[in-house]
């Protein structure tokens, strides 16, 4: 049962996990080529950085969940009260007739 699982496990994940590797050494190359802007850090430096000084992760955790948060609670409100006029205002133009 146990082994089924992993297999399982393996077969929903090694997809993403290799998108995720790929895409991780394609920035590296890219800010190695010198294809990004100067602050656009590579991922070794963050790594490197994280390593050196893992308290400013978890000091500034807290206020950028709350930020990132508080950015998609905005976003989803603008994006409904876009909806809400979008479907508004279609009732407008009077009923969708398809003519062949």
């Keep these: 049962m146990a ?7 393996f077969q929903a994940s090694w997809r993403p996990v290799v998108t995720l590797v790929v895409l ?21 430096d963050v790594v490197w950085e994280v390593w050196k000084a893992p308290r400013i992760v978890t000091d500034n955790l807290v206020s950028t969940a709350w ?3 508080a950015g998609y609670g905005i976003a989803a409100c ?5 909806a809400s006029i979008a479907v508004s205002l279609r009732a407008f133009y009077g009923p969708i007739t398809i003519s062949a």
């Design 78 to 82: 603008v994006a409904i009260m876009a």
């Design 3 to 9: 082994a089924a699982l992993r297999i399982r496990i």
């Design 67 to 69: 930020k990132a948060a």
């Design 24 to 44: 991780v050494a394609l920035m590296e190359l890219a800010k190695r080529a010198h294809l990004l802007p100067v602050f656009v850090p590579a991922p070794s």
